[in-house]
């Protein structure tokens, strides 16, 4: 049980927008900056967004990042088959002094 | 270039002890905060530790009990993860990550390795 709460898949077809939910606590997302991960299939992680929304140099602005109050919000717009990946989000928890991350969001481009 | 690189990963049977490696390169080392994530076959991540940018802190996932340590020298850019009383359940591919930003703690891992496969059986 992941201590922040995503949705394990969304699907959505190409061209199309999809976001991904992240829900936490006040002792995590509620005080914290909230990052986001894409994951392809037998590769490491790649940070997507950080500072709740902000995008590393080469990420592309089809990918955004919100939060608000207790909850993240990762958008993913103009999808291509490219996108399909697994996406984590992810902060610091204030109560149990450690890094949390969701338990992963599948994204399927129909 | 930017880069990290683990090393010693392998096949260990329960109980037993392995210590793994993470080689930085391209960047200055010691003004970043430092983190072990693993990821089990077919699981999600679940981060391990953390390190300061000087060692002075460090911080553990409470699941590992104690038996991981994590360490850091500064002077040969290598982050190390020490792990005692392994059980079956530590099988993952364990990654180090550099934390984004300077002085910050969980705010984003910007560089990850390719991963060190571990498996306890």
């Known amino acids: 049980q992941s201590v922040l709460t995503q949705p394990p898949s969304v699907s959505a077809a190409p061209g199309q927008k999809v976001t991904i939910s992240c829900s936490g606590t006040s002792s995590n997302i509620g005080n914290n900056f909230v990052s986001w991960y894409q994951q392809l299939p037998g590769t490491a992680p790649k940070l997507l967004i950080y500072d709740n929304s902000k995008r590393p140099s080469g990420i592309p602005d089809r990918f955004s990042g919100s939060k608000s109050g207790t909850s993240a919000t990762l958008g993913v717009t103009g999808l291509q088959t490219g996108d399909e990946a697994d996406y984590y989000c992810g902060t610091w928890d204030n109560s149990l002094s450690a890094v949390v991350f969701g338990g992963g969001t599948k994204l399927t481009v129909l | 270039q930017l880069q990290l690189v683990e090393s010693g990963g392998g096949v260990v049977q329960p109980g037993r002890s392995l210590r793994l490696s993470c080689a930085a390169s391209g960047f200055i080392f010691s003004n970043y905060v430092m983190h072990w994530v693993r990821q089990a076959p077919g699981k999600g991540l679940e981060w391990v530790a953390l390190?300061?940018?000087?060692?002075?802190?460090?911080y553990y996932a409470d699941s590992l009990q104690g038996r991981f340590t994590i360490s850091r020298d500064n002077s040969k850019t290598t982050v190390h993860l020490q792990m005692n009383s392994l059980r079956v359940e530590d099988t993952a591919l364990y990654f180090c990550?550099?934390?984004?930003?300077?002085?910050?703690?969980?705010?984003?891992?910007?560089?990850w390795g390719q991963g060190t496969r571990v498996t306890v059986s």
């Open positions: 990550a550099r934390e984004a930003k300077v002085g910050t703690t969980g705010d984003g891992f910007d560089i």
């Open positions: 390190i300061s940018y000087d060692g002075s802190n460090k």
